[in-house]
Antibody, heavy 122, light 106 residues
Framework: QVTLKESGPALVKPTQTLTLTCTFS??????????VTWIRQPPGKALEWLARIDWDDDRFYSTSLKTRLTISKDTSKNQVVLTMTNMDPADTATYYC??????????????WGQGTLVTVSS | SYELTQPPSVSVSPGQTASITCSGDKLGDKYGCWYQQKPGQSPVLVIYQGNKRPSGIPERFSASNSGNTAILTISGTQAMDEADYYC?????????FGGGTKLTVL
């Protein structure tokens, strides 16, 4: 059974750095074609992709946010960590981690965490 | 950057067929996915590889994908299908989502 769960602070102040941890089970991030991705959703708005880390440690970031994001993994702990610097109230959102699996045309984001709401406010 | 465009809202009567469109340059070549999101819940994958349903997704969900447009079709729409629907594709290494469509069943 595949599960993912996000953890981190519910409230951060403007200019602070946000650190979120995704703890997963039911799969290994060392398996070929396995990836963990972060996606956020501001209240009442659409999904927005943030970053991804692959089984081979390749890392990819949203073009608009890449200067603020860092993604890393600890395969032994089944964890992926996302940091976002210089937080702003516009970054208030529910942050999801999810599994992105497959290759070529057979690829999908099939399991999502429950999400964690992060509010940026002084 | 690559963009996917969806109508903000679609309405359908119970038992009728709902169609939600998603437009993007050469989207037909990208074999994207569709997700359903109900209020307060995480998105759920309902279509992948353009037109395949994951295990547990009812047969009334189907999709087509050609040219610049993908269409999610819900046949015999039920009240439980009322939700936000997002199309998604990969553009190089990025994941791209449409703006979402709120499906109202009334």
């Amino acid at each position: 059974q595949v599960t993912l769960k996000e953890s981190g602070p519910a409230l951060v102040k403007p200019t602070q750095t946000l650190t979120l941890t995704c703890t997963f089970s039911g799969f290994s991030l060392s398996t070929s074609a396995m990836r963990v991705t972060w996606i956020r959703q501001p209240p009442g708005k659409a999904l927005e992709w943030l970053a991804r880390i692959d089984w081979d440690d390749d890392r990819f970031y949203s073009t608009s946010l890449k200067t603020r994001l860092t993604i890393s993994k600890d395969t032994s702990k089944n964890q992926v960590v996302l940091t976002m610097t210089n937080m702003d109230p516009a970054d208030t959102a529910t942050y999801y981690c999810a599994r992105d699996y497959g290759s070529g045309i057979t690829r999908y984001i099939d399991y999502w965490g429950q999400g964690t709401l992060v509010t940026v406010s002084s | 950057s690559y963009e996917l465009t969806q109508p903000p809202s679609v309405s359908v009567s119970p038992g009728q067929t709902a169609s939600i469109t998603c437009s993007g340059d050469k989207l037909g070549d990208k074999y994207g996915c569709w997700y359903q999101q109900k209020p307060g819940q995480s998105p759920v994958l309902v279509i992948y590889q353009g037109n395949k349903r994951p295990s547990g997704i009812p047969e009334r969900f189907s999709a087509s994908n050609s040219g610049n447009t993908a269409i999610l079709t819900i046949s015999g729409t039920q009240a439980m299908d009322e939700a936000d629907y997002y199309c998604q594709a990969w553009d190089a290494h990025a994941v791209v989502f449409g703006g979402g469509t709120k499906l109202t069943v009334l």
